[in-house]
């Protein structure tokens, strides 16, 4: 795995660089496993936009993830390495001994032909499931439950990792990429190792018109547009933004103003904030 360059043959290829997805084995998504998916370009059940600059872009198909992995003793084999298009990170499909098949994250270390198994007993490698109760202090996870049962939600990006730093009282402490400490409970499953793919975030798209592929349409400047349209709009020439501290377009304050509402119910398991 590694950053593959490109010969300047056109302005969009220059400045082009890409991950050298060698490890991918070629195959074809398994159509059992595939759902479809519809472009909602950011807008909500109503048909009003909630996020903008989304929208357009290439087709896609849904990979259905197994999150849980609550497939106990039943020994997998890594039958294909795929690229999902709806995540950074690359995806497996395991082959299980009783026949069935399922998709997971890929970690570091894993390949074609790895053999991987999720349980109570299993020992605690790269790409096996298990509680965090019985994994070592100090191990690196990833796809790690917040609730027992209900599927992995933390660290599922391309890279991403958490360490597990202390068991004690029935709680497990995770020590996230983002730098906060939070406890969970350490009968949640968590997936040993590194999330593969480590490489996603120095990729460089070249042009605008890949971003396009990727459904992000333009987004402008506050400060190009009037000040009917946004606060930071308007003046002679460059302006600063002026006014106390940044705004969004609807004069609410932003960039690094907290937006966390009251106290929440898992503020007690936030052990240190990733702001300190």
């Known amino acids: 795995m590694g950053l593959r360059n490109f010969n300047p043959t056109s302005p969009g290829r220059r400045g082009y660089v890409a991950v050298d997805n060698a490890e991918l084995s070629g195959d074809r998504p398994l159509k059992k496993l595939l759902r479809p998916l519809s472009k909602r ?25 197994d999150w849980h992995r609550d497939k106990s003793g039943v020994p997998a084999v890594v039958a294909s390495i795929e690229y999902d298009p709806n995540r950074s990170a690359h995806i497996a499909l395991l082959h299980y001994r009783d026949g069935e098949k399922r998709y997971i994250l890929v970690p570091v270390g894993i390949g074609v032909g790895s053999e991987l198994v999720s349980g109570p007993g299993v020992e605690p490698r790269p790409g096996n499931a298990l509680q965090l109760s019985r994994i070592p202090a ?32 029935g709680f497990a402490t995770l020590r996230l990429p983002s730098g906060e400490m939070r406890q969970v409970s350490d009968a949640c499953m ?20 890949r971003i396009r592929w990727r459904r992000r349409r333009p987004q402008v400047r506050g400060a190009a547009m009037n000040p009917t349209d946004h606060p930071h709009g308007g003046g002679e020439g460059k302006a600063p933004v002026g006014m106390p501290g940044p705004k969004t377009p609807w004069g609410k304050p932003t960039q690094g103003r907290r937006t966390r509402v009251g106290r929440r119910r898992s503020d007690k398991f936030i052990v240190r904030r990733r702001n300190r």
Do not use: F
């Open 138 to 169: 100090g191990t690196e996870v990833h796809a790690v439950e917040m609730t027992p049962g209900r599927g992995a939600q933390l660290v599922r990006s391309a890279g991403m990792v958490c360490q597990l730093m202390a068991k004690d009282r």
């Open 41 to 65: 370009a950011g807008r909500n059940n109503s048909g009003r936009i909630t996020v903008r600059h989304r929208g357009g872009g290439s087709k896609r198909r849904y990979r259905v993830i």
């Open 190 to 209: 968590a997936t040993v190792g590194r999330v593969g793919n480590a490489d996603h975030s120095n990729q460089s798209a070249g042009k605008a018109g």
